[in-house]
């Protein structure tokens, strides 16, 4: 940082702003910061957890969007990380479910202990998309298949998407 120029937290500070284009444009700052916004990484993942719990989607979809954007641009893994994540997995706004589904995809097989604990947790929806994420492994690819194989599948759809990501995992 040079003297006089915005610092990164005063962008991560704004997230709390009381005005949502405020909280928006911060958003913006921090996904152009690139891995440089690891240092806020906290103020996002609070700022998508207030999110989470104020139930007001509607007006913020974008701003969930780029949070969840910065998370993966910092390879941000952790549990809460996660959390987060499969919460915006479930989400009916389908630019909040793709870029959440994109974040588990770049986490890969690191979220494989998450998956094994909690699947059964998971709605079905978040169970169907998880498979697909899984079916994309590059690596750890006899550890995903021994995991699909114990799934019980809840309905047919669920069936098919499994039989798919075990398929495309023993693809070469």
């Known amino acids: 940082d040079k003297p006089g120029e915005y610092q990164i937290d005063k962008y991560a500070n704004q997230l709390f702003d009381a005005q949502i284009r405020k909280q928006k444009k911060a958003a913006e700052y921090l996904l152009a910061f690139g891995p440089k916004s690891v240092a806020v990484k906290h103020d996002v993942i609070t700022k998508l957890t207030a999110l989470k719990t104020s139930g007001d989607k509607i007006s913020s979809s974008e701003l969930i969007v780029s949070l969840l954007k910065v998370l993966e641009n910092i390879n941000a893994q952790d549990q809460q990380v ?89 693809a070469f």
């Open 82 to 170: 996660l959390d987060v994540l499969l919460w915006a997995l479930e989400d009916t706004d389908p630019k909040i479910s793709q870029q959440a589904k994109a974040g588990l995809e770049s986490i890969g097989i690191s979220a494989m202990p998450e998956y094994h604990n909690n699947f059964n947790t998971y709605s079905v929806k978040v169970q169907a998309l998880v498979v697909e994420i899984i079916g994309g492994f590059d690596s750890g690819k006899v550890t995903a298949i021994k995991f699909l194989s114990r799934v019980k599948p809840r309905n047919d759809k669920m069936k098919f998407a499994i039989e798919g990501a075990v398929a495309e995992l023993n």
